[in-house]
């Protein structure tokens, strides 16, 4: 079996869970991933292994895998876990990194706002800055010298992009995602490691509060948009 068509796979399975490709809930059949990705059962198996270790598959007993369900109380849970990893991690951060540590955060900045300009042109477009956003964060904390605070913070972070997409909506919050990472690198920058601790769990709970003033889970829920 190739490693790389794994790989492939799970790449693609992520990617198509996160834009709602596969609905929450949905079982996902293998021969219904057989045909999507032109794989065998082998390689198809282990993605789904390894997006299980992750948090973006769940194991039904006696059913197979399945996408997991959104709930409130499950991105409160990743909110809440991922704002202690990564404060944890900027703290360290700021202790510990240097100019081309603060160089490294400008430029990731830089990027991301850039490829905001056509974030909703397309799929790819949203895509990459997607990338770009999450790039972003591994570039604030990259510096804490711990890898496992690293690890940490991209499974939290690939759990997080499917709430995170439903809050995404062209010309209206562009804007604001835009101004809340410029004022979240002014304040690492700064080098006040308790501002930014703070201002990081303050981020991490924007998801939920978006979804919770629109009463989104008051009402019945659509899938995550696509693209």
């Known amino acids: 079996m190739s490693r790389s068509l794994t790989d492939h796979v799970e790449e693609l399975l992520k990617a198509d869970i996160a834009r709602g490709v596969f609905a929450p809930s949905q079982p996902l ?3 219904l991933l057989k045909a999507r990705f032109d794989a065998g ?3 198809i198996r282990e993605a789904l ?5 992750e948090g973006i598959v769940e194991l039904e007993a006696n059913r197979g895998f399945r996408v997991p369900a959104l709930s409130r109380a499950d991105l409160l849970d990743i909110a809440i876990t991922r704002g202690a ?9 700021i202790a510990l990194g240097d100019d081309a540590w603060e160089a490294q955060i400008v430029g990731a900045l830089h990027h991301y706002k850039r490829l905001a300009a056509r974030a909703f042109e397309e799929d790819a477009a949203l895509e990459a800055w997607e990338k770009a956003h999450d790039a972003l964060h591994r570039a604030l904390i990259c510096a804490c010298g711990s890898p496992r605070l690293l690890a940490l913070q991209a499974r939290y972070q690939e759990q997080h992009l499917r709430y995170r997409r439903l809050i995404v909506i062209p010309e209206v919050s562009r ?16 080098r006040d490691a308790a501002a930014a601790a ?4 303050r981020h991490m ?13 008051d009402q019945a829920q659509p899938p995550p948009r696509q693209g």
């Open 49 to 53: 292994s390894r997006l299980l270790a």
């Open 41 to 43: 059962l082998s390689p």
């Open 175 to 190: 804007d604001a995602h835009i101004a809340e990472h410029e004022n979240l690198v002014a304040t690492v920058l700064a």
């Open 29 to 31: 059949r293998m021969e």
């Open 205 to 217: 709970m924007i998801t939920a509060d978006v979804l919770d003033a629109a009463g989104y889970w």
């Open 85 to 93: 990893v990564e404060t944890a991690a900027v703290r360290r951060a």
């Open 198 to 201: 703070a201002a990081v769990e």
